[in-house]
């Protein structure tokens, strides 16, 4: 049995963090709430046991396996 499976709002909002530079602005971009785009991210990083964001204050870019996962 699965006990995590991979969504396509995982994927979803790390692309739009990725493009929009921010959690807020995904958040925004998807009519949802800045949270709730981390959960997904962290929940999406937790199923594959790696970190796919650089988060700094301001700042958001991909690790390699996040450009690996999108395919960068």
Do not use: C
Request: proline share 1%.
């Amino acid at each position: 049995m699965i006990k995590s499976q991979i969504t396509f709002k995982q994927l979803e909002a790390v692309s739009f963090v990725v493009d929009m530079g921010t959690f807020r602005a995904a958040a925004d971009a998807l009519g949802t709430t800045q949270p709730n785009i981390s959960a997904r991210i962290s929940t999406l990083e937790a199923a594959l046991s790696v970190t796919l964001l650089y988060r700094d204050t301001g700042s958001v870019r991909l690790t390699k396996k996040g450009e690996e996962l999108l395919g960068l």
